[in-house]
């Protein structure tokens, strides 16, 4: 791979990677302020409209850092990925203007009276500001989506003799193979961050005071949501698997490091792949196993990278670690559940100072997840930016090595500074805590008159 192919590369998947982190956190903690909301108008608890306020600041940083990282991407596809915009135009580009006229604005449109508007617009249009937001931030999802499953899937266009995409078919571009899978795991997999981080932030506040009962609530909440989104993403993943196996099967080939097609193939628990030599090193296999798995047949067949030229497998390290790093992240928050779950049935949730440190150690873990997840599923693509239709190496601008390099360690540096603002913000608003003095406007002749749901105190 040449220099400046590869820093292109680089520079792309840090600059994408980093984005992704917000999207993720805001599409979850969006959709868990709604929630609060909708559970204060329900039973009419002030510490439901105490942790709604207090999570709609955290969110209010989380959405701007997605904003301003989003902005970089649209100039690096003009800039360093020429070729792939002169080819694909016809199809993204209104897929993208489809996101920003509808998810973007929606978003923008609501924000506003969703974080200020709370004590001028009344409780139920409140909840409507705070709906919308959450509805505009998948609906973002929806069309990014759509176009990055359209660039693993191609469907509804036509290829001309100057290599330009040219649509055909509007509801098969939008809807193409894969895309409702990769949306529901990707929805989930933001859902899952946003109650990992909400936990999270619960146990590190129990372990500063132990009695407060936003605290209380915020991790009960978590939890209970948690315990059926970890294991509806197991679902959804061998859903999206079964997906890849039938339309990207070298993909599915790099994840297992599968090199000969054969079946009742093992299951690799681990290995060392050798792409010079084909093999793997040090394997650690489950015999049978892996047919069962991939195909749901236990002499179900699983087609092998030797099917084609090295010269057209992904990177085969890259995607088989990265699916191992998703995996194990999965089997971590799994294990948060269901371990919250028996210590609820045990009524010990608030009581187990091991579990809070567990919690605080798995707030980083749908992170985790959804960036390994995505490492594999854009470097699985590879060596095509559109699969099996026009190859990375011929999406790339001609730009020189050392403005690609320079420009790769500048934006190392001003995200590395955009985080840590980001954190130091975020951690002081964390150490503060949600306020519960509200104003007398807001909270002037409320009382309880409908049962709290997922009460704390029944735990």
């Given amino acids: 791979m040449s220099s400046p192919l590869l820093l292109a590369r680089l520079q792309f998947a840090f600059t994408i990677g980093f984005h992704i982190l917000w999207p993720a956190y805001s599409i979850g903690i969006a959709a868990f302020i709604a929630f609060l909301n909708a559970l204060w108008l329900r039973t009419n608890r002030p510490v439901y409209q105490q942790l709604m306020r207090f999570w709609q600041k955290l ?29 694909t135009g016809a199809v993204t580009g209104p ?54 499953s359209w660039m693993q899937t191609p469907a509804g266009v036509s290829l001309d003799t100057t290599g330009v995409f ?51 609530v915020g991790l009960s909440l978590a939890l209970w949501l948690l315990l059926f ?21 070298m993909k599915l080939a790099a994840i297992e490091a599968r ?55 992904p990177p085969v390290p890259v995607v088989f670690f990265a699916f191992r790093i998703m995996v194990a992240s999965g089997l971590l928050i799994l294990a948060a559940a269901f371990l919250g779950a028996w210590l609820r049935y045990k009524g010990r949730l608030f009581h187990a100072p091991w579990f809070r440190r567990f919690l605080i150690v798995c707030m980083p873990l749908g992170w985790i997840a959804t960036l390994s997840g995505w490492v594999v599923t854009e470097a699985g693509r590879q060596p095509y930016v559109v699969y099996g239709m026009l190859r990375t ?12 390099g320079l420009s790769l360690a500048v ?17 002081r608003i964390v150490l503060s805590g949600p306020d519960t003095q509200l104003p007398t406007a807001l909270v002037a002749s409320r009382t309880t008159t409908t049962p709290a749901l997922f009460d704390e105190q029944t735990t």
């Fill in 393 to 404: 190496a011929d999406a790339v601008s001609p730009v020189g090595t050392a403005a690609s």
């Fill in 411 to 427: 934006f190392i540096v001003l995200y590395s500074g955009l985080f840590l603002a980001f954190f130091w913000y975020w951690l």
């Fill in 259 to 313: 090199w000969d097609t054969g079946r009742s193939v093992p299951l690799t628990l681990f290995a060392w792949p050798d792409e010079r030599n084909a093999v793997n090193k040090h394997a650690i296999e489950l015999s049978h196993l892996g047919s069962l798995v991939l195909t749901h047949d236990w002499n179900g067949e699983v087609r092998g990278l030797k099917e084609v030229g090295p010269e057209d497998r």
């Fill in 229 to 249: 989104l970890a294991p509806a993403q197991l679902v959804l993943g061998d859903l999206h698997g079964l997906n890849t196996k039938r339309y990207q099967p």
């Fill in 59 to 87: 969110f209010a940083l989380g959405f701007a850092m997605g904003v301003v990282t989003g902005l970089v991407l649209s100039y690096q596809i003009g800039t360093n990925w020429g070729g792939f915009a002169r080819a």
């Fill in 166 to 216: 040219h649509v055909t078919s509007w509801r098969e571009a939008i809807f193409n193979p894969s895309f409702p899978y990769r949306l529901a795991h990707m929805v989930c997999a933001c859902l899952i961050t946003g109650c990992l981080i909400v936990a999270g932030v619960s146990a590190f506040q129990l372990r500063k005071r132990p009695t407060p009962e936003t605290a209380k």
């Fill in 95 to 148: 897929l993208f203007t489809f996101e920003v006229l509808t998810a973007f604005f929606l978003e923008a449109g609501f924000l506003g009276i969703a974080l200020l508007g709370e004590a001028r617009v009344g409780r139920r249009w409140h909840f409507f500001a705070c709906l919308m937001v959450a509805v505009g931030t998948m609906m973002s999802a929806f069309w990014i989506l759509s176009a990055n």
